[in-house]
């Protein structure tokens, strides 16, 4: 009998995913492993977990990995792509990490332009600490640390991170997906593998942003979160290729770096 | 050469090839050593980061990928990069770190300082951990400990910090460059991709209170193995000093310079120099005790070290201290005079 | 034998560079050396100064608590440091711009008309080459043929014109002071 469904190679064999249910993170999770494999690329790929939900990623892939400090992990997957050009190198990185603590790490190395790529989880929310407001929280959207919803002229506005970066002439590939249905998360997993093979073909910094469902935080049904994202989130953050202009052919010593 | 250039130099001779810092007085010569000279290397890497917590960041991704690699900044960046060299310490990845030391606390000034010692000697950081911490005292030491702490980095897989001032930084001396070893390490933990075989993970995050307390007596171990193997110090002239000074770095050349004139006040003094300010060479110092009742420590700070030579000679002896805090460099006769009256007063 | 220099004038007036390579000069001719710039945050105009020293034994302190030799560029310069020089040292001045002399008496005083000889061989800036070729007449710490090989290496400047200059400069300095 054909074998039409199984655990990625790029996945560890014996675990359950520690995340809640209906958390993004166990998709997106499955959909890289599903494209490492696809590549044939697990045994030259080092990925750089965050700290936040998805700090433990590496007990879930089979690939080496090393976590980075809070909003650090492109300062380390810089310092490993440039030692070793020839990996696929990936930082996965939440919205605090990236968008707040970390600002500073993702903006400049999208702008060296480092060859690598970034998975952005977006939820809207400070996950693993309890759900305080996160840099991307919506206005009104309540959290722990915006009790009445979040209020623009106390707490400041979402920032829209994949719009300014795609600003940054260093910046290759840009693009919002979403895991919130079977349809999205095909095209999820077509703009990550785009994004890594751009990266393969040494044609610049790639930035795949995942708008991923929150249910714990958001107090909602796992259905009524998938649904939030397309009623409310969205709109807030549009979805589609944000930037598409990898730089030519560059080789696979990185995009254009004297190194 | 330049102290700060000397740095850059030994470094790449020693294998270095991967460099990240930040601009910040008064080191920024190392840098600009590195920009033109480590990217002339084969597989060499100069990063001018956004921030020192970048910097120390990519230090620390850089020797996970299995490359020697260094950082450098002063006081306030050096602050900055304390994340950082406690995810290294954690993580036990190798890694060397110049701290041209300035006036502090706070923005400070540049001009050279010691008040840095307690952040170095301590681990600096948050958490149970140490760093090795290498004080050159001349130029040709800048050069021949940048290369120690190159072997230390990879034999122990620890953070080590060279801790200089602005001075040492700024001045030229001759120097002779030594023959780098060659690089001895056990790269079972560097990132590579793991091939066919098993996925490595470096990581730091452990949850179980339990195995955070195993891994905390594990560094635990391997510091108590530095500290009785990687001391080092000079010791000078002590032999039939009445009074023996303490002192490291700049401060030691200046206390050098005031035992010489020491002698025309009819006083004998030696100097007890320590180079690894951790481990500190506490033996060495508790054996001088043995024979010698008085010593004297100077320091370009309130007094840091101060409390490691207490503790190392235990009321066995009389300490007597003499600090210039801020970005002061008092010239040998200000010390002499300070040691003479010291000396009288007790007499 | 450690003697200690210490040269000192406005920023941009080549002070680091006669420090850097009188440095040069002496370790050339098998001295131990110590160059110690005092760094500061401005580049240009406010005052700058270096302290060389030279011995036969190992140098324990680069600084000059009181220095055998003083070389001023300018008048602040001569008020700063004219108390740090030891007894029976020796002072070399720029009179071409300093007007004032210092009031002690236990000290031997060179005042050389530098900025004019430089002007009169066609390069008013070479005058700081012309304080070298007085000091070292007079210190004999580093023959000139050395010196001026180190000037050229550490100015890393290949022009004739330069070298050609700087020479004359020196010279002129060299043979204005007796031996």
């Not at chain 2, 409390?307 to 010390?335: C, K, M, N, S, W």
């Not at chain 3, 002690?104 to 008309?113: C, H, S």
Request: aromatic share 8%; glycine share 10%; charged share 20%.
């Amino acid at each position: 009998m054909k074998k039409v469904f199984s655990r990625p190679e790029s996945l560890r064999k014996k675990f359950v995913f520690h995340y809640c249910p209906g958390c993004g993170h166990s998709i997106a999770h499955r959909v890289i492993a599903e494209i490492i494999d696809e590549l044939g690329v697990r045994g030259t790929t080092i990925g750089v977990p965050p700290a936040g939900c998805a700090v433990l990623a590496y007990n879930y892939f089979d690939v080496d990995m090393i976590e980075a400090m809070h909003g650090r992990g492109p300062a380390v997957a810089t310092g490993i792509k440039r030692v070793r050009p020839e990996c696929l190198v990936f930082s996965y990185q939440g919205d605090g990490d990236l968008a707040a603590i970390g600002i500073a790490e993702t903006f400049h190395a999208a702008n060296r332009g480092e060859n690598f790529t970034i998975i952005f989880m977006n939820n809207a929310v400070y996950g693993m600490t309890g759900g305080q407001m996160a840099p991307t929280t919506l206005l009104d959207q309540k959290s722990t640390t915006s009790p009445p919803g979040r209020n623009a002229v106390l707490d400041g506005y979402p920032v829209r991170i994949s719009e300014i970066l795609a600003m940054l002439p260093g910046t290759a590939y840009i693009e919002r997906c979403t895991v919130n249905s079977p349809a999205n998360i095909v095209k999820t997993k077509r703009a990550i593998k785009k994004a890594f093979q751009y990266q393969l073909d040494g044609r610049g910094f790639s930035l795949i942003e995942i708008l991923s469902p929150c249910p714990t935080n958001w107090k909602m049904s796992p259905i009524d979160a998938c649904r939030w994202i397309d009623d409310v989130m969205s709109k807030q953050f549009p979805i589609g290729v944000i930037k598409d202009e990898p730089a030519k052919a560059a080789g696979k010593e990185g995009a254009g770096h004297d190194r | 050469m330049q102290g700060n250039r000397i740095i850059g130099e030994a470094a790449i001779r020693a294998g270095c090839r991967f460099y990240a810092g930040y601009p910040i007085t008064p080191q920024n010569e190392i840098p600009e050593y590195m920009a033109e000279n480590l990217r002339k290397v084969e597989g060499g890497v100069f990063i001018q980061s956004e921030s020192e917590i970048a910097a120390i960041n990519m230090v620390a991704g850089a020797a996970s990928a299995g490359a020697r690699a260094m950082t450098s900044s002063s006081g306030p960046g050096i602050s900055l990069k304390q994340e950082g060299i406690s995810s290294m310490a954690a993580q036990e990845l190798p890694g060397v770190i110049v701290n041209m030391m300035r006036g502090g606390p706070g923005l400070g000034n540049i001009r050279p300082s010691q008040g840095d010692y307690f952040q170095a000697t301590r681990g600096g950081g948050h958490g149970d951990y140490r760093t090795i911490v290498l004080a050159p005292g001349t130029c040709q030491e800048l050069a021949d400990l940048t290369m120690d702490a190159f072997d230390l980095a990879d034999r122990y897989r620890i953070p080590v910090v060279l801790l200089a001032d602005g001075m040492i930084g700024q001045m030229m001396e001759p120097v002779v460059f030594k023959e780098p070893k060659p690089r001895q390490y056990s790269a079972d933990y560097v990132l590579k991709g793991a091939g066919t075989g098993k996925a490595k993970t470096i990581k730091g995050l452990i949850l179980d209170p339990l195995d955070m307390e195993e891994h905390n007596w594990k560094l635990d171990r391997k510091y108590r193995v530095i500290a009785a193997k990687e001391t080092r110090c000079e010791i000078f002239n002590t032999d039939e000093a009445d009074i023996v000074v303490v002192a490291y770095g700049t401060a030691a050349r200046v206390a050098k310079g005031a035992i010489k004139r020491l002698g025309d006040h009819g006083i004998k003094a030696g100097l007890f120099r320590p180079i690894s300010l951790w481990p500190f060479p506490t033996e060495e110092l508790r054996r001088l005790a043995g024979t010698r009742k008085e010593f004297f420590v100077f320091e370009m700070s309130t007094g840091q070290m101060l409390e490691d030579v207490r503790l190392a000679l235990q009321g066995y002896a009389d300490i007597a201290f003499h600090g210039r805090p801020g970005g002061v460099v008092p010239t040998p006769v200000e010390l002499a005079n300070v040691i003479v009256r010291q000396y009288r007063r007790d007499r | 034998m450690i003697v200690k220099t210490i040269f000192s004038g406005f920023g941009g007036q080549g002070v680091l560079m006669m420090g850097y390579s009188f440095a040069h000069g002496a370790m050339s001719e098998g001295y131990e050396v110590t160059y110690l710039p005092a760094y500061g945050a401005e580049v240009r105009g406010g005052t700058a100064n270096c302290t060389v020293a030279v011995g036969d034994e190992e140098i324990a302190s680069p600084i000059a608590s009181e220095p055998d030799y003083l070389v001023v560029l300018n008048t602040p310069s001569l008020y700063t440091f004219q108390n740090r020089i030891a007894g029976g040292g020796l002072l070399f001045l720029n009179s071409s711009i300093i007007s004032a002399r210092p009031s002690r008496q236990d000290m031997e005083v060179f005042a050389v008309p530098a900025s004019d000889i430089a002007e009169e061989l066609g390069n008013a800036r070479a005058f700081n080459t012309v304080m070298m070729g007085a000091f070292l007449k007079r210190t004999s710490l580093v023959k000139p043929e050395i010196y001026l090989k180190s000037l050229e290496t550490v100015m890393g400047s290949k022009k004739k014109a330069v070298v050609e200059i700087n020479r004359k400069a020196f010279s002129a300095g060299y043979d204005f002071l007796k031996a």
